[in-house]
T-cell receptor, first 114, second 112 residues
Framework: DAGVTQSPTHLIKTRGQQVTLRCSPI?????VSWYQQVLGQGPQFIFQ???????GRGNFPDRFSARQFPNYSSELNVNALLLGDSALYLC?????????????FGAGSRLTVL | GEDVEQSLFLSVREGDSSVINCTYT??????LYWYKQEPGAGLQLLTY?????DMKQDQRLTVLLNKKDKHLSLRIADTQTGDSAIYFC????????????FGSGTRLSIRP
């Protein structure tokens, strides 16, 4: 079975541009979360989506937005990119009803903003 | 607020045991996790413990939880070169299933 897949794996943008990152969860997983990991730090929670609805949002500006599609895949959009947005963006999925509350992470999309 | 703290570096000799420590502040934590991240890779869940447990053992890994002191540790027995990585302590509270709070990570290096 495929794990959590993310695309693109690497991308370079310039300040002020917009970026869209994509995530496909594990088959059967309906919940998707996004995390930002800046170099040298732990991941920071950005969003959680379940059944196409936002269920949680971290302390990120409105430039960050996301959505979940009927097939449970998800996109993360970041507008007006800043240098500080350079990071590894991680997507994670979990099965609903899992008592263990276990997330499976993808390998991430590494964004560099110049 | 919620916070997870861990030391930044640990160096151990190959074959010795590694102990990585972590403290957290959220008294409502329900699950506590240890994740491993190798260079250029995503996060791999190593093990987790429910907050009503004191200890969990899984092959070479032993997790100890002191809920009173809000202290979590990960012991890796017989440390090997393949254990070189960054280890993240993390916790999640009752109110949000997917919001995991991560520490800054402990970089484990192995000496021959």
């Amino acid at each position: 079975d495929a794990g959590v897949t993310q695309s693109p794996t690497h991308l370079i943008k310039t300040r002020g541009q917009q970026v869209t990152l994509r995530c496909s969860p594990i088959s059967g997983h309906k919940s998707v979360s996004w995390y930002q990991q800046v170099l040298g730090q732990g991941p920071q929670f950005i969003f959680q989506y379940y059944e196409k609805e936002e269920r949680g949002r971290g302390n990120f500006p409105d430039r960050f937005s996301a959505r979940q599609f009927p097939n449970y895949s998800s996109e993360l959009n970041v507008n007006a990119l800043l240098l500080g947005d350079s990071a590894l963006y991680l997507c994670a999925s979990r099965p609903q009803g899992s008592g263990a509350n276990v997330l499976t992470f993808g390998a991430g999309s590494r964004l560099t903003v110049l | 607020g919620e916070d997870v703290e861990q030391s930044l570096f640990l160096s151990v000799r190959e074959g010795d045991s590694s102990v990585i420590n972590c403290t957290y502040t959220d008294s409502s934590s329900t699950y506590l996790y240890w994740y491993k991240q190798e260079p250029g890779a995503g996060l791999q869940l190593l093990t987790y413990i429910f907050s009503n447990m004191d200890m969990k053992q899984d092959q070479r890994l032993t997790v100890l939880l002191n809920k009173k002191d809000k202290h979590l540790s990960l012991r890796i027995a017989d440390t090997q070169t393949g254990d070189s990585a960054i280890y993240f302590c993390a916790e999640t509270g009752y109110s949000s299933a997917s919001k995991i709070i991560f520490g800054s990570g402990t970089r484990l290096s192995i000496r021959p």
